[in-house]
Structure formats: C-alpha cells, structure tokens
T-cell receptor, first 113, second 113 residues
Framework: ELKVEQNPLFLSMQEGKNYTIYCNYS?????LYWYRQDPGKSLESLFV?????AVKQEGRLMASLDTKARLSTLHITAAVHDLSATYFC?????????????FGEGTQLTVNP | DSGVTQTPKHLITATGQRVTLRCSPR?????VYWYQQSLDQGLQFLIQ???????AKGNILERFSAQQFPDLHSELNLSSLELGDSALYFC????????????FGQGTRLTVV
C-alpha cells in the first residue's frame, strides 16, 4: 500500500524566513503533485513533478522531486503572510488504467508578521 | 476557479438518510474523481470514472455509490448516513484517466446530525 508522509505537519514561521517541507512516499511513482488548501476551500494545484530531478518554481515556492530517494521537497523562500495555508503533496499510483492520488497528511503553514 | 462545479456547497442531514452530491467536470474533461476529506482520515480517494465507466476504486464504503452520466456529470450517492460520514467531499476532473493533472471543485460540506 502506498504511503505518503509529510513533515512537519505544523509549521509556524516568521515573514522573511526560509523553510522546507518534506514529502516521502513508499512505492515507486514518477508523478508527484503539490496542492495548496485554504481553510474550508478547494485544493489549488501548485506543481506537477513528472520526472526524477524535476524542479519547478513559482514565486516564493520551489518544488523538487528525487524519485530514487522517493522524496519531494517544497521550499519556501522569504515567507509572506499570504502563504499561510495547508500544503499537501500527493502521489499518483504507478500507471494503470486509472489514477488515484494518495495524499500526505498536509503541512499547516502559518506565517507570522 | 478550476471550472469544476459541485452542488450543493453545504448539506446538513440526519443519520440514516440518503443524499446525492453532484459534480460537473471542466469542459472537455472526461474523467471524474471523488475524494473525501475528514479530520480523522485526511484526504482519501473514493472512486474514478472515465467516459461513463468506473476506472479505479479506493476506500469507498458499500453504502456509497457513484456514477457518471452520458453528459459526463457525476453523482455520488451516500446512504444510511452515519455521523462519521460528515466530511468535505471533493470532485476533481481531468482530460484523460491517468498520468495527468486533476482539477478540484470547491467541495460539498456534508454534516450528518
């Protein structure tokens, strides 16, 4: 059974600081997704990482994927209050006729002024 | 706005009752997914349809069923509701059934009292 683990689960940081969220998964997969969720809201797609060594950046967020280590990271640079949200990584099962995302527990990020 | 529409946004019902949640995928998307988000279980995949046919099944209870209609909208039926079924139910859609990004709707918040 595919397991996806994120750490930390809770992160409180000051504006302007840097930090990294880690996502480990237990079985082979070449597809990893990062989503953002504001309280009570939908899941907003941030990054789709499709191959080993993939790195994507958008604003203050950068995501990377190491399929050999089964690890993805979401790096936050110079955090601002607007980044406060819960961040989920999700892994797609190995290719089959269908698709199912297995989500991590989520990292609740709070950026304090 | 992802383009995925879910109705209703909120639903309050009593134990033992049956409800139907509706999802309209993004224009052009043939695949629909249902996910459940609860405090206890996190985000869990329930079921996937592609062009009217079931493609993948997750931790969906026997009391729950779903279908995708010829116009590609989907319905998730929840019956014999229990307090523990209270959750946020998300629908997502994608163009093809696997190896592609899925876009999430705003969710239906179900409260069972």
């Amino acid at each position: 059974e595919l397991k996806v683990e994120q750490n930390p689960l809770f992160l409180s940081m000051q504006e302007g600081k840097n930090y990294t969220i880690y996502c480990n998964y237990s079985t082979t997969s070449d597809r990893l997704y990062w989503y953002r969720q504001d309280p009570g809201k939908s899941l907003e797609s941030l990054f789709v990482l499709l191959s080993n060594g993939a790195v994507k950046q958008e604003g203050r967020l950068m995501a990377s994927l190491d399929t050999k280590a089964r690890l993805s990271t979401l790096h936050i640079t110079a955090a601002v209050h607007d980044l406060s949200a819960t961040y989920f990584c999700a892994v797609d099962r190995p290719p089959t006729s269908g698709s199912r995302l297995t989500f991590g527990e989520g990292t609740q990020l709070t950026v304090n002024p | 706005d992802s383009g995925v529409t879910q109705t209703p946004k909120h639903l309050i019902t009593a134990t033992g009752q049956r409800v139907t949640l509706r999802c309209s995928p993004r224009s052009g998307d043939l695949s629909v997914y249902w996910y459940q988000q609860s405090l206890d279980q996190g985000l869990q995949f329930l079921i996937q349809y592609y062009n009217g046919e079931e493609r993948a099944k997750g931790n969906i209870l026997e009391r729950f069923s779903a279908q995708q209609f010829p116009d590609l909208h989907s319905e998730l039926n929840l019956s014999s509701l229990e307090l523990g079924d209270s959750a946020l139910y998300f629908c997502a859609s994608s163009v093809v059934p696997h190896n592609t990004e899925a876009f999430f709707g705003q969710g239906t918040r179900l409260t069972v009292v």
